[in-house]
């Protein structure tokens, strides 16, 4: 399973979209691209996936490159309630958390 | 539909003594998961199961125990607590095990061993 190298921090505007940067270069063709959030010490909550193409939710917005070795959460209207931690996760069998992005929305 | 139970929410141990966290998904979900958080980092991969009865190890399984007798529960076993298995403990399910599923989180269980 590939891993992924995300930002250790970005801080953001309100009512500013939130591009949040993921690379995962050693991603295999049948992995999928996770993103997960976590507001304080909540369980994990479920953002968006993605495995070639594009993809658009209520949520965000995830562009995955041609190559497929990066990928950018984006968060159209990021307010302060997204402020959290932000994985992003390339998996085949196991979800393998790193890090994480830690975003903060300021007013 | 409450998803995915965790049981108890904190928990205080002694160091040697054992217990069990309780998992429960009422989605039906064939796979299940543990993984822990220690402060600052992400989670960790403990164990995971694919469906009844079958089990396997993940990232951090030495010192934890688990079985998998019904679709419904997963519980996490400490056989003898140390101080370093203090943590977070966050359990999920997923419909099956393959990358084009979700998972499901509950909401942790805080365990710290004195």
């Known amino acids: 399973d590939a891993k992924t190298t995300q930002p250790t921090s970005m801080d953001c505007a309100e009512g500013r979209a939130a591009n949040l940067p993921c690379n995962h270069s050693t991603i295999s063709g049948n992995e999928y691209v996770y993103w997960y959030r976590q507001i304080h010490s909540q369980g994990p909550q479920y953002i968006i996936h993605g495995l070639k193409n594009n993809e658009t939710n209520e949520m965000a917005s995830l562009i995955i490159t041609e190559d497929r070795k990066s990928s950018t959460l984006i968060l159209p209207h990021a307010t302060l309630r997204d402020t959290a931690v932000y994985y992003c996760?390339?998996?085949?069998?196991?979800?393998?958390f790193g890090t994480g992005t830690s975003l903060t929305v300021i007013p | 539909n409450a998803g995915v139970t965790q049981t108890p929410k904190f928990q205080v141990l002694k160091t040697g003594q054992s217990m069990t966290l309780q998992c429960a998904q009422d989605?039906?979900?064939?796979?299940m998961s543990w993984y822990r958080q220690d402060p600052g980092m992400g989670l960790r991969l403990i164990h995971y199961?694919?469906?009844?009865?079958?089990?396997d190890q993940g990232e951090v399984p030495n010192g934890y125990n688990v079985s998998r007798s019904t679709t419904e529960d997963f519980p996490l076993r400490l056989l003898s607590a140390a101080p370093s298995q203090t943590s977070v403990y966050f359990c999920a399910s997923s419909p099956q095990r393959w990358s084009n599923q979700p998972q499901h989180f509950g909401d942790g269980t805080r365990l710290s061993i004195l």
């Open positions: 996760i390339s998996t085949g069998n196991q979800f393998y």
């Open positions: 989605m039906n979900h064939e796979y």
């Open positions: 199961s694919v469906g009844a009865g079958i089990t």
